[in-house]
């Protein structure tokens, strides 16, 4: 079982920065690649990022450039840099786990509101 905890969240300015944060507890880190997800009010669950025990990152394709993930598996911890923040961004994100050795599994955080607004 593995626990994750988002935080980092919050009410920043369009053209603003945050960095979010998400420590997984539980098992072993570096069996997971870790992503970062968002959903929006009425809209469905989407991939921002992820990144694999070794590091190779994925980005969705609007999101390149502006956000930037990362991992310290010294700490557990899975990282989503944001700058250039856009009203449109603003959506709950959740951190995600899922097991790279079988059997595979997959867990969700419970996320972290990111409003962009002035």
């Known amino acids: 079982q593995v626990q994750l905890v988002e935080s980092g969240g919050g009410l920043v300015q369009p053209g603003g920065s945050l960095r979010l944060s998400c420590v997984a507890s539980?098992?072993?880190?570096?069996?997971?690649?870790m992503g970062w997800y968002r959903q929006a009010a009425g809209k469905q669950r989407e991939l921002v990022a992820a990144?694999?025990?070794?590091?190779?990152?994925n980005y969705a394709d609007s999101k390149k450039g502006r956000f930037t993930i990362s991992r310290d598996n010294a700490k557990n911890t899975v990282y989503l840099q944001m700058n250039s923040l856009k009203p449109e961004d603003t959506a709950v994100y959740y951190c995600?786990?899922?097991?790279?050795?079988?059997?595979?599994?997959?867990?969700w955080g419970k996320g972290t509101l990111v409003t962009v607004s002035s």
């Open positions: 539980g098992s072993i880190f570096t069996f997971y690649a």
């Open positions: 995600n786990a899922v097991r790279e050795i079988p059997p595979r599994m997959d867990y």
């Open positions: 990144v694999t025990s070794g590091g190779i990152t």
